[in-house]
């Protein structure tokens, strides 16, 4: 198999950061501009920074994407995606809406969140955890104190995951997922 290299987004992996984001999804082809306006674009296009990809080869085959503050996500996510959310799916736009506002009460303590996708291939090998150190000791350099991510309830290997690197449950929206939050260390590094 390949070696993977954990390396910082460049604008030459935006193709590829996309293509997984589609590969791993539930979405299907139907509905990309809804998957890319939800779970991509945003975190490519507004904060590059804080986006690592798991680089098999010279092309992405997984990735960490975050907001890094939760009052500056929403201001810009406003300003640049809603209108294109709305257009692409009245029903996603609104469930959106909601979720912005159930997340505000977890933006002090986790000012932070996140999205991880790796190909199959190319899971349960590492590699998560590896992106994850990346994103946290970028976090952790920045003083941020705290990332949170949202996972299915029923993603036992996605719940577990997160468990065994240090998140905690912090609630359950109507029982179908979790907001889990991490808490982060000031000037963390590299847990290898």
Do not use: W
């Not at 359950?172 to 907001?179: L, T």
């Amino acid at each position: 198999m390949t070696e993977i290299i954990i390396r910082p987004y460049q604008s030459r992996d935006r193709e590829a950061v996309r293509r997984v984001c589609l590969a791993t999804s539930d979405y299907g082809p139907k509905n990309t501009e809804v998957l890319y306006t939800l779970y991509c674009d945003y975190y490519i296009e507004q904060e590059p920074e804080n986006v690592f990809v798991a680089d098999a080869g010279g092309e992405a085959a997984g990735y960490v994407l975050c907001a890094e503050d939760e009052k500056k996500y929403l201001q810009n996510y406003k300003k640049h995606y809603f209108k294109r959310l709305k257009k692409a799916s009245k029903l996603m736009f609104l469930s959106k809406l909601l979720e912005n506002a159930y997340n505000r009460r977890f933006a002090k303590a986790y000012p932070a969140h996140l999205h991880i996708d790796i190909e199959p291939p190319y899971q349960r090998q590492g590699v998560g955890h590896r992106l994850m150190d990346a994103l946290i000791s970028e976090l952790g350099r920045k003083g941020i104190k705290g990332v949170r991510l949202t996972v299915a309830a029923d993603n036992k290997k996605g719940v577990n995951f997160y468990l065994k690197y240090g998140f905690e449950k912090l609630a359950s929206p109507g029982g179908r997922a979790y907001v889990m939050g991490y808490k982060i260390k000031a000037n963390t590094v590299d847990k290898n």
